[in-house]
């Protein structure tokens, strides 16, 4: 079965309360940084892993819980794992810490991630815990796991200037990545190894133009199975024995084999065909538009 992680980065930025005494530290910002952080490095490592909200809006907890239901009635299997910041008190205090939230479907990773965390950063361990969170409670009825991180408390001095630092954000999110690699039993892979080799993980695009063909996104082009894309939308596919390429409505395109089926970078295809490109990131998913 296919795999969704979906990270979300609690809160928005016109969310009440949710930052450090002086205010220098906003939740809603320290949220969004390591969730980034943490999607950008389970994509590297070959996971479908998608942030429910892109912006700084305030989505509301119920539609980004809705959210992962609806990919799981898509048919995936879905993770759900919300990053927080903690806060105790109204000024400064010395509450300290990590502690993460889970329901019963995500207890085995909330541990690896938990002394992941730890081990990381070198914070106090205030372990895992349960309590009647939205997001743990909501995920699990759906059957789906579910973990809440708190990644340190605002409220204390000497974390509040820590969570402000790229270092603490880039170990946290490098945490819990390792622990939901180590969870699935996937390589932990990082971004500067050699170019080829990280070409290696494709993952699978569909694309909508009345017809769901999968194409490849590779080092952010998405490429498209020519012959399918062209005969859908009406157009002429030619082979060109000089040149031994594919030529679509007369125009050569790059173009690369993946088990016999020929592909070609999106925007070059659309071009060929007259037709414009639009990109979901978040669902990864290609939209071809145009007067057919
Ligand atoms: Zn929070």
């Not at 490592?45 to 239901?69: E, H, K």
């Not at 990644?151 to 390792?178: H, P, Q, S, V, W």
Request: charged share 25%.
């Amino acid at each position: 079965m296919k795999r969704v992680i979906m990270i979300d980065p609690g809160h928005g930025a016109e969310t009440p309360g949710k930052r450090s005494p002086d205010g220098t530290l906003r939740e809603y910002e320290f949220n969004r940084n390591v969730a980034r952080r943490l999607v950008k490095k389970l994509q590297t490592s070959g996971f479908d892993a998608r942030l429910t909200v892109n912006d700084d809006t305030d989505m509301p907890l119920i539609q980004r819980t809705n959210q992962a239901r609806d990919v799981k009635r898509q048919g995936y299997d879905v993770l759900l794992v919300s990053i927080h910041a903690n806060a105790a008190g109204e000024g400064w205090s010395t509450a300290n810490g990590i502690e993460t939230y889970t329901n019963d479907q995500a207890e085995k990773l909330a541990q690896i991630i938990q002394s992941r965390l730890i081990a990381e950063t070198g914070l106090r361990d205030r372990g895992v815990k349960r309590a009647d969170l939205h997001i743990t409670r909501e995920s699990a009825r759906y059957g789906i796991p579910g973990v809440l991180c708190e990644l340190g408390f605002m409220t204390n001095k000497d974390e509040c200037t820590l969570l402000k630092t790229d270092a603490y954000r880039e170990k946290c999110a490098a945490a819990i990545a390792k622990a939901i690699c180590e969870h699935y039993g996937v390589p932990f892979k990082t971004s500067t190894e050699s170019p080829q080799q990280a070409q290696k993980p494709v993952d699978k695009v569909s694309i909508a133009i009345n017809l769901s063909v999968p194409g490849y996104l590779r080092d952010g082009v998405s490429w498209l199975p020519i012959r399918a894309v062209t005969e859908a939308v009406g157009g002429k596919v030619e082979w060109c024995a000089t040149t031994k390429q594919v030529r679509v409505n007369g125009k050569d395109l790059t173009e690369t084999i993946e088990g016999g089926v020929s592909y070609a970078p999106a925007r070059e295809l659309a071009t060929a065909l007259g037709l414009q490109v639009e990109w979901d990131a978040n669902n990864k998913m290609v939209t071809l538009k145009g007067v057919l």
